[in-house]
């Protein structure tokens, strides 16, 4: 499995963006998915999962209620819609996948075995 991510981008408090995650290869219905986030100086944090079939969702406290994930999988797409930005979400955007089969939604880096190259997401005060 193969992804790249897209959409992120400069905008200013308050704002909205949508990240989008596109994948190839094979099977990816069977991954789960998520995004995390690296801010400048700190360690890559998890933000948001979904399971195979997008009935299943895990949120960071930090952006429940203003995020949300969700996934195509007839386009083998995630996306990630970000609204009421805030500067501290400042931060690289990665989405990841693990599986395939995983029953649970991982919350750990170390738990997903592909990444995507990251989109840059800039939220100005």
């Known amino acids: 499995v193969q992804l790249q991510a897209s959409g992120g981008g400069l905008v200013q408090a308050g704002g909205s963006l949508r990240l989008s995650c596109a994948a190839s290869?094979?099977?990816?219905?069977?991954?789960?998915a998520g995004w995390f986030r690296r801010a400048p100086g700190k360690e890559r944090e998890f933000v948001a999962g979904?399971?195979?079939?997008?009935?299943?969702?895990v949120y960071a406290d930090s952006v429940k209620d203003r995020f949300s994930i969700s996934r195509d999988n007839a386009k083998n797409e995630v996306y990630l819609q970000m609204t009421n930005l805030k500067p501290a979400d400042t931060a690289v955007y990665y989405c990841a996948a693990d599986g395939p089969y995983t029953i649970r939604i991982p919350t750990t880096p170390g738990a997903y075995d592909y990444w995507g190259q990251g989109t840059q997401v800039t939220v100005s005060s």
């Open positions: 290869g094979r099977g990816f219905s069977d991954y789960v």
């Open positions: 979904i399971g195979w079939s997008g009935g299943r969702t």
